[in-house]
């Protein structure tokens, strides 16, 4: 008689950071397949890889936010941070019920696109041209802002506690680079941000700035938006085609 084996399902699991030591050389810094049958907790599948739930701050399954009792399925792909102190990488709530967060961002001076581009896709970014390496590590740290550099050394900075080194030297690969690694793609509100000074963008009556715009656009704009910070106007104009093409490509 045939033995009836429970159908396995499979489940695709990434490790960040110092949880690397924890688990197998082969699950190390990559997304690796793990089995199970039926649908175990996440925290039990976990653990079997050889990670206690005590050192987990930020489980993210399918990008979203889960606790250590959800229910794993066929498929999912699951994302398991450290308790480094208030990983301020996604709004989500971490399972030790932490407040709602927004990820920030400072960027070094040699980052200018990869700030205008985090921008365009609504993450408050700060960005200089020429910062000091003390600056950089002292908002981070400060302003709880992940800091984003080609430097790693300043990442070694005892103050920066929030970092990422960006290995992609073309901005678009940085943009998508940045966006993958620390699991951006539902939080990003394109246009939403100001491009030059980071300010937020509003709406605005087409009537109240139909005198501030060329006359050409004033005949085929549907929407304007104003930035709180610059008073800078921004409309669907030619770059607005390029830059969501540019955002289908990185958000997929
Ligand atoms: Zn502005």
Known sequence: ??????????????????LNDLVVPER????????????????????????????????????????????????????????????????????RAAPLREPRFVLDGHLGR???????????????QQP???DLARISAEERRILLTRDR?????????HGLFVRATHPEK?????????????LARPFSRCLRCNGALASVPLAEVSAELPPKVRERVQEVRRCTGCRKLYWAGTHHDQMSAMIRRVLV
């Open 174 to 186: 940085q943009l998508r680079e940045v966006v993958e690694r620390l699991h951006l793609q539902r």
């Open 153 to 161: 050394g300043l990442l070694k900075r005892k103050q920066v506690t």
């Open 1 to 18: 008689m045939a033995r009836v084996t429970p159908q396995m399902s499979r489940a695709m699991v990434r490790f960040y950071a110092e």
């Open 28 to 95: 190390r810094f990559r997304d690796s397949e793990v089995e199970f049958a039926g649908s175990p907790a996440v925290k039990d599948v976990i653990e079997s890889l050889g990670v206690p739930h005590g050192e987990i701050d930020l489980l993210l399954v399918n990008g979203r936010s889960a606790g250590f009792a959800e229910r794993l399925h066929d498929g999912d792909r699951v994302a398991v941070y450290p308790m480094f102190e208030g990983f301020d990488v996604a709004t989500v709530t971490s399972v």
């Open 114 to 128: 990869l700030a205008a581009y985090l921008r365009m896709l609504g993450f408050d970014v700060l960005w200089e």
């Open 132 to 134: 000091s390496d003390m």
